[in-house]
């Protein structure tokens, strides 16, 4: 009922669509940005197996087309771009207020690169090879903490509508 009356608030104040919070009956919705075609390929098989929608960008530029278009519920990206870089394309998804989990990917593990990935805004960070399973939780472990931060953040938007409006005179 809160986030009900919440999201009708928040409709009426940015007069904007507000999306559904995320649920487990729904597919999550992921972008890939990865350059390999077998790890596309591979990524796509198991995750739409797992009743998830799966874009995929192929460079940065439209990446971030992609990413500022539509919601995703989490972004998957190679470090390791062709001549892009995974590292710079995070940092300007953040900087752009992409808020969805983003995983970058690296065939190249190092501590360095795990430090540079999170310094960028990264939600998390693996090797490759994996394994699908320890890609599948990692991908819902990124979900799952950031559905909680999206419900603080309502409650704390709906505490504050509340506090706003005890404070008004009556209208009657």
């Excluded at 487990?24 to 591979?42: G, H």
């Excluded at 796509?44 to 797992?50: D, I, S, T, Y």
């Amino acid at each position: 009922m809160a986030r009900a009356i919440l999201r009708g608030i928040t409709n009426a104040m940015t007069q904007t669509t507000v999306e559904q919070p995320l649920s487990n009956s729904r597919p999550k919705r992921i972008l890939l940005v990865e350059d390999d075609v077998r790890i596309v390929n591979f990524m796509r098989r198991g995750l739409e197996a797992e009743g998830m929608t799966l874009d995929v960008a192929w460079a940065k530029a439209p990446a971030l087309q992609l990413a500022e278009s539509h919601r995703y519920d989490a972004i998957i990206l190679d470090i390791y771009l062709g001549d892009d870089n995974g590292l710079e394309l995070c940092r300007n998804l953040r900087q752009r207020a992409i808020t969805s989990p983003i995983l970058t990917m690296t065939a190249k593990d190092s501590m360095e690169l795990r430090e540079a990935s999170v310094q960028a805004g990264a939600s998390a960070y693996f090797a490759k090879p994996f394994s699908f399973d320890d890609l599948l939780n990692t991908l819902e472990k990124a979900c799952r903490g950031h559905s909680k931060i999206d419900e603080a953040t309502t409650s704390g938007v709906a505490d504050a509508m509340t506090s706003l409006n005890d404070g008004l005179p009556s209208s009657r």
